[in-house]
């Protein structure tokens, strides 16, 4: 009884680490975390960063990956500029969204679609450190080497019936964001990582105009 | 009013030459337009315009498998095809209603074509020769394809007498299709394909 009981600990032990993204633990201090994770976005006025985007296709063990330029401005102010191996990009500026295509230039209000309401309010939220309070999300902090990770389940609708986690990878010297996996019920995943980042650098109010 | 007397008189036949030659034989051709790439993608339906990328693999030697995301990579859909079923993997809710999967799946079928590679073939005039095969009672499918390649520059899908889908297709030296214009001719549907290298 004692050795199936001890089996079964082993066991639950083995899946619970599995289950966690390799190299993370939960975070020990998490107050101290959330602290310090307001205090540097209230700090931040803007981003400048190059993206990769991997999207991979886990069925068909294929990867349609991206590249192009990230910028932030407080508040609210969002470009996501796709260079290569196509051209495309949207901008968000407070509740006026833009999206230009290989062909078109639409125009949206994130009052009137969901979609784009639910992508500002998590990029923004990201950014802002506010994310930590939503309600959208149930959020699990932990800890690696260099690295916080925010590990979200989805609870609004809409964001749950997509995405089964969130994970949000933060710089442990400046609590930017480095990495964001939005994993889908499928098991295909889109992964986001940033890189050559500029934190409260010039970025000029002309790169989220949307007439 | 001739025009119009000619059209009554003709029925407008699309193919009126072509039913005026005979056949020559049932052949086999190569009549894949697409089976293992990338595309950037857009839709325009009835003023709607949707973007992003389509991937074609081929599974296995009669299976497509077919996915279509938007460029930040939220996926639309996810299809199977093969010589004789068709299978959503995947279909984004507000999208998921008979008359879209099927012209989704019809005009996706027809370029990647994984079902019968043999068809009627007319018209040998030293420019092209065109390939018909029969989908189901009333419809079929044209494959018109360069005495000097192996790979469709058009496909048609309709009747014996009209063309109801016309996909025309711009292909590289190599046989690769670089662009591809569908446009439906009784639904306002045109779908763009951009090759990805």
């Not at chain 2, 299809?79 to 995947?90: H, L, P």
């Not at chain 2, 999967?101 to 019968?116: E, F, H, I, K």
């Amino acid at each position: 009884m004692k050795k199936t009981f001890l089996l079964l600990l082993l066991a639950a032990y083995i899946i619970t680490g599995y289950a966690q993204t390799a190299g993370f633990a939960p975070i020990k201090d998490e107050a101290g975390f959330r602290q310090k994770f307001t205090d540097a976005s209230k700090k931040l006025e803007s981003i400048k960063a190059d993206f990769t985007q991997e999207k991979d296709l886990s069925m068909l063990s294929e990867k349609i990956v991206s590249k192009g330029v990230f910028f932030f401005k407080k508040d609210n102010k969002v470009r996501l500029e796709y260079k290569t191996p196509f051209k495309y990009l949207m901008v968000i500026n407070g509740s006026k969204v833009m999206v230009k295509d290989n062909s078109r230039e639409t125009k949206y209000d994130t009052h009137n679609n969901k979609i784009f309401k639910q992508i500002n309010d998590l990029t923004v939220s990201s950014v802002q450190g506010t994310i930590l309070n939503s309600p959208d999300f149930k959020v699990k902090v932990l800890e690696g080497g260099n690295q916080y990770l925010l590990e979200m389940v989805p609870l609004a609708k809409g964001l749950k019936e997509f995405f089964s986690t969130i994970r949000i990878f933060i710089d442990k010297k400046d609590y930017s964001v480095s990495r964001i996996e939005m994993v889908e019920l499928s098991g295909d995943s889109t992964t986001i990582t940033f890189s050559n980042k500029e934190l409260n650098g010039p970025v000029d109010d002309k790169l989220f105009v949307v007439n | 009013m001739w025009l119009i007397s000619c059209c009554a008189i003709t029925g407008c036949n699309h193919y009126r030459n072509l039913t005026a030659t005979p056949p020559i034989e049932t052949i086999a051709f190569s009549p894949a337009v697409v089976t293992n790439a990338k595309y950037l993608t857009q839709f325009d339906i009835y003023g709607k315009h949707l973007s992003g990328i389509m991937l074609f693999k081929r599974t296995t030697d009669s299976t497509e498998r077919i996915v279509f995301t938007n460029e930040m990579g939220f996926k639309f859909f996810d299809f199977e095809i093969s010589a004789d079923t068709f299978k959503t993997i995947y279909m984004l809710d507000r999208m998921n209603k008979p008359y879209i999967v099927n012209t989704l799946y019809r005009d996706l079928a027809m370029l990647c074509a994984p079902g019968s590679n043999h068809g009627v073939m007319f018209n040998n005039n030293g420019e092209y020769n065109l390939y018909r095969q029969q989908l189901s009672k009333n419809e079929y499918l044209y494959y018109y394809i360069p005495s000097n390649s192996s790979t469709p520059n058009k496909i048609e899908m309709g009747t014996l007498r009209k063309a109801k889908v016309v996909a025309t297709i711009s292909n590289d030296s190599t046989g690769e299709a670089q662009n591809i214009d569908i446009q439906h001719k009784n639904i306002k549907l045109r779908v763009r394909f951009t090759l990805i290298k």
